[in-house]
């Protein structure tokens, strides 16, 4: 498998800015399997208005991306963006096609022995999609060719799976040990 998908990477800013660098590195650079089309750290000016800030994410980084990877840490299903960035992305419009949805659950989140998870604890729209069908969720890999699956076949099920995308937008950061309905 040769193609390489534009990915835009959602993830938590403050705590898991070194696992994105690291995915980045490897798999846009030394590995080259994907285009990032991600936000880097200075790209947005954090003073401006919330709706002025994911107009430019949507239709600046969004919309040139065909998969979005959620990279996902203990606390990553709290925070705002996260949930505006997977909310634009699953959208089908005229000037931004839906892209292709998975989770990657970093070395930090609290796997169970038996590598399971709480649904509470990731973040509830990629939750509702990985139960339709849409996203599927992987364990942190190093190995590219796995990655490269993972993205192409988020990239393919984009257009023969509808998301769901009914879960209330967040209006701030939440806090606590797992969203509730």
């Known amino acids: 498998m040769s193609m390489r998908h534009k990915v835009f990477v959602s993830y938590h800013h403050a705590n898991d800015q070194v696992d994105r660098n690291k995915f980045e590195n490897l798999f846009a650079g030394k ?6 089309k991600s936000v880097q750290i200075g790209d947005i000016e954090p003073s401006l208005a919330t709706e ?7 239709d600046e980084y969004l919309r040139e991306s065909t998969v979005t990877v959620v990279l996902i840490g203990a606390q990553t299903w709290q925070r705002k963006h996260v ?7 699953i959208r089908d419009t005229k000037l931004n096609p839906r892209s292709g949805l998975l989770g990657i659950f970093l070395p930090s989140y609290p796997l169970s022995s038996e590598h399971t998870y709480d649904p509470h604890t990731i ?11 849409f996203a599927s969720l992987y364990k942190w890999s190093s190995n590219p ?3 490269q699956k993972w993205i192409h076949d ?12 009914s879960f209330p937008s967040f209006e701030r950061n939440r806090s606590g040990n797992g969203w509730q309905r």
């Open 31 to 36: 590995h080259e399997i994907m285009i990032s």
């Open 52 to 58: 002025t800030i994911r107009q430019k994410v949507r």
């Open 154 to 165: 988020a990239f393919l099920r984009r257009n023969k799976i509808i998301p769901v995308n």
């Open 83 to 89: 949930d505006w960035e997977i909310a634009s992305s």
């Open 145 to 147: 060719d796995d990655v």
């Open 123 to 133: 973040p509830p729209r990629l939750y509702d999609n990985v139960n339709c069908g």
